[in-house]
């Protein structure tokens, strides 16, 4: 259960354990409110993460379902963060890919939707 480690990471703010979770080849996609897709360097989306990961968030996890395929768990989230200190807040659907072949597991695809907004 990958992603639970992965979703404590946020929680408690600590980018260096989501980090770990990430397979080296990691695939990441992010497609932002006004329709915008990201376009970086897995470097560049790992800053990004990490920038979001160290604010003050409260965030709402929903796990909306889990799929196995073979070595492999499927998880889809609906998300919610808001930043402690602003109003901005966002919803969004995250689908996380996580291998399960080995013991500590890792992701492998990290997908991100964001749907509203508000400020």
Request: some cysteine.
């Given at each position: 259960m990958?992603?639970?480690?992965?979703?404590?990471?946020?929680?408690?703010?600590?980018?260096?354990?989501?980090?770990?979770?990430?397979?080296?080849?990691?695939?990441?996609?992010?497609?932002?409110?006004?329709?915008?897709?990201?376009?970086?360097?897995?470097?560049?989306?790992?800053?990004?993460?990490?920038?979001?990961?160290?604010?003050?968030?409260?965030?709402?996890?929903?796990?909306?379902?889990?799929?196995?395929?073979?070595?492999?768990?499927?998880?889809?989230?609906?998300?919610?963060?808001?930043?402690?200190?602003?109003?901005?807040?966002?919803?969004?659907?995250?689908?996380?890919?996580?291998?399960?072949?080995?013991?500590?597991?890792?992701?492998?695809?990290?997908?991100?939707?964001?749907?509203?907004?508000s400020?």
């Open positions: 990958t992603y639970l480690h992965a979703l404590l990471a946020c929680q408690n703010r600590d980018y260096e354990k989501f980090k770990r979770l990430l397979h080296k080849d990691v695939e990441l996609k992010a497609v932002f409110y006004d329709g915008s897709e990201f376009k970086g360097t897995v470097d560049e989306g790992l800053e990004l993460i990490r920038e979001t990961i160290e604010k003050e968030n409260h965030w709402d996890f929903e796990v909306i379902t889990r799929l196995n395929r073979r070595n492999e768990e499927i998880v889809f989230l609906n998300v919610t963060r808001a930043e402690k200190h602003t109003n901005y807040k966002i919803n969004a659907v995250i689908i996380i890919l996580c291998d399960t072949s080995k013991s500590e597991g890792y992701i492998r695809k990290l997908h991100l939707e964001v749907g509203e907004y400020t």
